[in-house]
């Protein structure tokens, strides 16, 4: 294996600047590191080789007529839930599967406009709605960490990407936790922003009030940078905020005096996996020991997360999932009699199960006598989740929660069992549904090898502080460097 596909963000955009290395280099490597390890791990939907060549010699012309940039020549690829011109977008869905977008998203063009270089689209669960990237139509994704295990989802093929040195930053969403929790199960950093703080056009949308796009790298600076380049308002989209986006790499100084950090006692309960618990708390001391103040709070009303975040984001994507009727969009069912019979064959062929559960799910939470009990009643406990939060960070910079309360677990394992899957987003479905900014970054590794997620949650708009605090982490510690012994042997 190359080690250009080894290289950080920062790493590689330093060689660049240097003239040390071009952006061709770095492409060829990315897609030689695909090519040997997609059989293995499943991490891409599609692969644009011939694209990606012809991004990288473009962004080597603007480096040579003088043009810098964060991005400029750097591999990443995308979830393939974003739209990117001229190239199919399936959201892991039959029936999107031959969809071609007609336009760019907002962060894809953005990323384009930066000279990032896409080498492809990562795999996902269908339509986001996942924690394993088991759902997916076009096959699972693996753990590179162990290929019998899941890499995390929805964004399952963004973290597997980075852990696998497939390329250097990816893009992911998170509605409940999908940037987060796969970014723990395969050692990699994850960053959700605020919600309104990164546009959401051309986002194929999965539950509208909770849905952020974000990136996925091997460092926090890596992140950092990535955020930096996609972040910021966007008159096309009515959720976009309008505030202005930090330097948050100026931020990145490693240091924590003073930084007062929250621990929740709710997210250390039976059923967290102790090496999890035994890693996050011996991050708290080293944090602890460069001079910030962690005290022990409390968040009541976390354990409704699960309930209410399964009404809410159902009931949601009932209705966002409606469009799909075999009209406008890719399948269309053969052979039915009348317009009805064609809507109820498209659907039923095109959907795979998980979907059909939650759209079932959130029909009924919006059906007629139903409203009041079911999505009014959790969007009232949704009020509550977001003002235990506001009381925290009244008197705390930060919240410092396990990302996960496992490793990863095998493939198949809880496929049959539902709600054991959906405990796999316990600690971070609340920060989707009040709002927040939070990142994982990873703090350990199991008895087995497998990676342990550190997540850091922050007051809205104030990713600088979160990035901050995971920098400083980052600095004390070498999980970040450590790699899949497939990776590091050049196979998977």
């Known amino acids: 294996m190359s080690e250009l596909t080894r290289l950080s963000i920062d790493e590689a955009a330093d060689l660049l600047k240097r003239r040390q290395v071009s952006a061709e280099d770095l492409t060829r490597a990315a897609l030689e590191r695909i090519a040997a390890t997609e059989p293995a791990l499943h991490s891409f939907i599609t692969v644009t080789a011939e694209g990606a060549m012809e991004e990288a010699r473009a962004a080597d012309a603007r480096r040579a007529r003088g043009e810098h940039g964060p991005l400029l020549g750097i591999p990443v690829a995308i979830k393939d839930i974003i739209l990117t011109r001229g190239t199919r977008t399936t959201a892991g869905s039959k029936i999107l599967s031959t969809f071609v977008a007609p336009y760019d998203a907002t962060v894809s063009a953005r990323l384009r406009a930066a000279g990032a270089v896409c080498v492809g689209k990562l795999n996902c669960d269908e339509f986001a709605m996942g924690s394993s990237t088991e759902n997916s139509a076009f096959g699972v994704t693996r753990n590179p960490w162990d290929t019998e295990r899941v890499p995390g989802g929805s964004s399952g093929g963004s973290a597997s990407a980075i852990a696998a040195a497939q390329c250097l930053g990816t893009l992911g969403t998170d509605t409940g936790g999908s940037i987060r929790q796969p970014a723990a199960c395969c050692g990699v950093v994850g960053l959700k922003p605020t919600y309104g703080r990164v546009s959401r056009y051309g986002v194929i949308a999965y539950a509208s009030s909770l849905d952020q796009v974000g990136p996925l790298a091997r460092t926090v600076r890596g992140c950092a940078a990535m955020l930096g380049v996609v972040a910021g308002h966007d008159t096309a989209d009515s959720t976009s905020v309008p505030r202005p986006v930090p330097d948050y790499a100026a931020h990145l100084d490693g240091k924590v005096r003073g930084l007062r950090i929250a621990v929740p006692r709710e997210y250390f309960v039976e059923g967290v996996q102790p090496e999890v618990e035994a890693a996050v708390r011996t991050a708290l001391h080293a944090l602890e020991g460069q001079g910030a103040n962690v005290s022990e709070v ?194 998977a």
């Open 298 to 491: 409390s968040l009541p009303h976390t354990r409704y997360a699960v309930a209410t975040y399964y009404l809410v984001a159902t009931a949601e994507a009932s209705s966002n999932l409606a469009r799909y009727d075999g009209v406008k969009y890719g399948h269309r069912a053969a052979a039915a009699e009348g317009l009805v019979d064609m809507y109820r064959k498209t659907r039923a062929e095109g959907f795979g199960a998980e979907v059909k559960r939650r759209i079932m799910l959130g029909t009924y939470a919006l059906s007629a006598g139903y409203y009041d009990a079911y999505y009014l009643r959790a969007q009232k406990v949704r009020t509550l989740i977001r003002r235990d939060f506001e009381a925290v960070f009244a008197e705390h910079d930060v919240v410092l929660t396990p990302t996960a309360p496992t490793t990863a677990f095998r493939i198949g394992e809880r496929t049959s069992d539902p709600l054991q899957m959906y405990l796999s987003d316990i600690f971070t479905i609340s920060v989707n549904l009040a709002g927040l900014p939070a990142i994982s970054l990873p703090c350990g590794f199991d008895t087995r090898g497998l990676p342990i997620g550190l997540q850091i949650i922050g007051r809205p708009f104030a990713e600088e502080i979160v990035l901050k605090a995971a920098d400083a982490y980052e600095r004390l510690t070498e999980w970040h460097r450590r790699t899949p012994d497939a990776v590091a042997q050049g196979g």
